[in-house]
């Protein structure tokens, strides 16, 4: 009794070890901000004032951009999912040459610099671009091709890796008891891949109504979702009760959000190892997801392609000067007249930030997920868990820049005067990458038979040696990939960053922005070219990540 | 209503798996297809569900006596009206037993209460009458396969496919259902073939043998005549002989049992029988060692002229005052060996 009360206590402590530091910064840099910033909202005066959130709600400008943030965050959903399922198809189920490179293409667009994504739609449909005939310039429908273009990786993601690896006995079963194709996919396969495509269909939603960049961009002033108008709020009408406010709603509308996908969340039997499907060569039968798979790469690639070929063009010409003013110090004819400093320091400082903000949310998530998959031993200890797993998720669902501004108000001054220290931006990187590395590792250290760790043991490893023979061989791959995802999450970070760059300091895409904000042809021209640049990194760390062949976007 | 498969070669990127493989199945019989693990006999039970393209070969269908050869090689497998049963059942993970088995039904638009029926009548033949709610999550192994093979007839095929039906099942229930098997294979009168490792099974189910070995079908026919004669000292082991005596060493045996001479000899591990007195037994030999089993004892001999053999003493307990090293008489059992 008394072994294994002791025995009971050091797996707590343990627990607890593990979790300390991820909970500390947690608290400091990610609750404390987000509680200054609804605090400084809901207490104006230092007095609770709920009739004033309550008026912020029933504004018919707030009733108008809540309704505008859901259909157009539904909107982007369904057409994510539809068109991301028939590319799922061919991505993973079919072979074909090329295949890696085109899912690496279709990858690319999930880490670019969402100001970049803004910039690049924009190319593309304003007057005198190759859609302008679309009229389709500043609109909502915009918004959500932007939106679309951003999340159908996801859904190719995750739904891929669920029907790459799905048994093909049962449908050849059903097809053995008379099934043909249409009755194979209504009776066995839709109701194998329904949790994936409903798992990736929440995580979506979540990021198409939390999307700020693209919206900001493409949206302006005049359509904006509850993200952005925390922004004007914040930033422009200095409004903060009403930043505030919204901010609340936006938290508990994610929250559940989080709570239901959590529940539709199906952990995989870490028992039954994963086979994946041989693919087969495509048949006559695959046309149509065949060129529907085309024309998804065709509409990714426009944008990307409008960019480069608007970064080369300067007064009608084929030029590089938008690129040699990159490099150029400011105030000298050349350079542009917005920046304090030259877009190559820009790009430094964004590469420098980017591998602090990685090896910070990499080590953070390596710890959170090993508290997470610890096998529990009774009901409680599996709460508190899933209850751990679940508060490392939030930083999804807050908005990036409530937690900007957070982090201004709350240690801009003593007692935690932090304000201009050099890895307080990292530090609110990390924290918006940390979901995506968790959600990476987390399904691979579940997906360790617990039997070979305890088999490890029983042949007379330390708990160390288990976990060299045991766990890295599964982990070491997934763990590169996070970190390439971490860092191209942080590279193209815009929402908190925005807020807490300092202006001599600033990254490549507070500088495109503030680029974009201001009038002239070179500024826009400069704009362009160091999204280019931004857009070429990311995509150079994603493909390097794609060789890797890390299973999915994480299990959402 | 016969199964005709003539020449069918199947590989697998490139390796041959199955090959040039030719197989009758008469109406009402079960074929069973015997052969170790890895052998092409599962390939060749997808190859005729339609699962896996032949490079090679024809699988037709004889509706009756004088009838066209229906050609099916290049038909998909959905409208072949095979039934394929998976050595783990593969029910449908999100539907009850009576779902499962009604699906095949569901499939072809039987009326509700006309599929209830037949429903219930499925479980009652396969043993599990009111087991229709059930999740296939609750059932125990045996119980899954059961559901499974009353899936396969709801299909009412024309000719049923069982992959390993009973080998994911532990040994005294796959005895039983062996048995049962044959009985619900008989009262629903269906052409099957069914592919199996164990030569017990394929002994306890069906009345046609084909033997496969390295995508080879080295022999076929009756259950009992293949028995009888194994076409060499690799299938005769295979089916459960303990051993092969060939030439010189098969003499003295086949003498013993009052045979000819032949060119080898498969014995079972019966086939020689410790002599209850001794003078009387037709062969003598040195004993090597022995062990008592419940049944009876087991004794290994060393024949001059033979070499090693077994042999087995008919009642329990140890013989009477045998120990290694001294000598002891036997009798052939001639039903119990096989002249290769």
Known sequence: MTSATSTTTRRLATTAALAALPLAVLGLFFLLPVAGMVDR???????????????????????????????????????????????????????????????AALLVPFVLPTVVV??????????????????????????????????????????????????????????????????????????????????????????????????????????????????????????????????????????ALLLVSARLRTTADPTRSRVVAAPRRPARGDLVPVVLTALVLLAVAAPIAALVVGSLRVDEAWSLASYRALGAEPGDGAGGQALLVPVTDALLNSLRTAVDATWMSVLLGLLVAAVVTRRSRSRAERRVRSLLDGLFMLPLGVSAVTLGFGFLVTL??????????????????????????????VPVLASVDERLRQAAASLGATPARALLAVDLPVLWKPLVGAAGFAFAVSLGEFGATSFLARPDH??????????????????????????????????????????????????? | MTLRVRDLSVSYDGAPAVRAASLEVPAGSTLAVLGPSGCGKSTLLRAVAGLEPPDAGTIGWLAGEGAEVEDLTRVPTHRRGFALMFQDGQLFPQMTVGRNVAYPLRLRRTPVAARRHRTAELLDLVGL????????????????????????????????????????LDAGLRERLAADLRDILRAAGTTTVLVTHDHEEAYAVADRLAVMRDGVVVQQGATAEVWRHPHDAATALFLGYARVLERDAATPVLA???????????????????????????????????????????????????????????????????????????TVDPDRLAVV
């Open chain 1, 118 to 255: 803004g910039v690049a739609f924009d190319l593309l449909l304003r007057d005198g671009g190759p859609l302008a005939g679309l009229g389709l310039a500043g609109t909502p429908a915009a918004i959500v091709a932007g939106l679309v273009f951003f999340n159908v990786a996801v859904v190719v993601r995750s739904v891929g890796a669920t029907w790459e690896g799905l048994d093909r006995r049962p449908a050849e079963a059903a097809a053995a008891l008379g099934a043909g194709p249409w009755q194979v996919w209504w009776t066995v396969t839709v109701p194998a891949l329904r949790p994936a495509v409903v798992s990736a269909a929440s995580v979506v939603f979540l990021f198409c109504a939390t999307a700020f960049g693209v919206v900001l961009v493409i949206g302006g002033v005049r359509y904006a979702s509850v993200e952005t108008e925390i922004y004007l709020l914040t930033a422009n009408l200095l409004d903060l009760q009403a930043a505030a406010a919204l901010s609340l709603v936006q938290l508990l509308a994610v929250v």
């Open chain 1, 412 to 441: 801009g001054r003593p007692p935690l005067e932090l304000r201009d220290n050099p890895l307080l931006v990292p530090v609110a990187q990390a924290l918006v990458a940390l979901p995506l590395v968790v959600r990476t590792l």
């Open chain 2, 256 to 330: 013993a049992a009052g045979l000819g001479p032949a060119s080898a000899v498969a014995l079972r591990r019966s086939a020689l029988v410790l002599a209850e007195h001794p003078g009387t037994g037709g062969l003598s030999g040195r004993v090597v060692s022995w062990r008592a089993t419940p049944d009876q004892v087991r004794l290994v001999l060393d024949v001059p002229g033979v070499g090693e053999v077994d042999a087995v003493a008919g009642s329990s307990g140890p013989p009477v005052g045998l120990a290694v090293g001294d000598e002891a008489q036997v």
């Open chain 1, 41 to 103: 909202g809901l207490r104006p005066d230092g007095v609770l004032d709920p009739g004033a959130v309550l008026e912020v709600l029933m504004r018919p400008r707030t009733g108008r951009v809540v309704w505008f943030t859901l259909w157009t965050a539904t909107m982007g959903t369904v057409v994510a999912v539809v068109l991301g399922l028939p590319a799922a198809y061919v991505l993973h189920r079919l072979r074909f040459p090329g295949r890696g490179l085109v899912r």
């Open chain 2, 129 to 168: 009458q009111g087991y229709a709610d059930r999740l296939p999550t609750t059932l125990s192994g045996g119980e899954r396969q059961r559901v499974a093979l009353a899936r396969s007839l709801a299909a009412d095929p024309r000719l049923l496919l069982l992959d390993e039906p009973l080998s994911a």
């Open chain 1, 506 to 556: 600033p990254t490549v895409p507070v500088v495109i922005f503030r680029l974009l904000g201001n009038p002239g042809e070179l500024n826009y021209g400069m704009a362009l070219a160091a999204s280019v640049v931004l857009a070429a990194t990311t995509a150079g760390v994603m493909l390097a990540v794609e060789r890797l062949r890390v299973p999915s976007l994480g299990a959402w």
